[in-house]
Nanobody, 114 residues
């Protein structure tokens, strides 16, 4: 089964930007519908953005206009470009394959703080 590894998290100031990457190994990447999810301390996991096999995207209202999800099938990579970050964006961010099966990465911490 495909394995997913997130990277690019870290500490950033409010208003700053950060780019997360998700590297997939195994499986057929181009056939996967995928997304980015996040979980803040003490809260449930929520969807941030999704991207299907044709590149069509959808975003949570809280990140529309600020985040951009993309994929590079030739490199088995998915990305989340985050801009105008606020402390409310602080969370562990996970990549996920949701179709044709369910698979999660280990997560990467994003902390937005002065």
């Amino acid at each position: 089964q495909v394995q997913l590894v997130e990277s690019g998290g870290g500490l950033v100031q409010p208003g700053g930007s950060l780019r997360l990457s998700c590297a997939a190994s195994g499986g057929t990447f181009s056939t996967y519908a995928m997304g980015w999810y996040r979980q803040a301390t003490g809260k449930g996991r929520e969807v941030v953005a999704t991207i299907n096999t044709r590149g069509a995207t959808d975003y949570a209202d809280s990140v529309k206009g600020r985040f951009t999800i993309s994929r590079e099938n030739a490199r088995n990579m998915m990305y989340l470009q985050m801009t105008s970050l606020t402390p409310e964006d602080t969370a562990v961010y996970y990549c996920r394959v949701y179709f044709p099966y369910n698979r999660w990465g280990q997560g990467t911490q994003v902390t937005v703080s002065s």
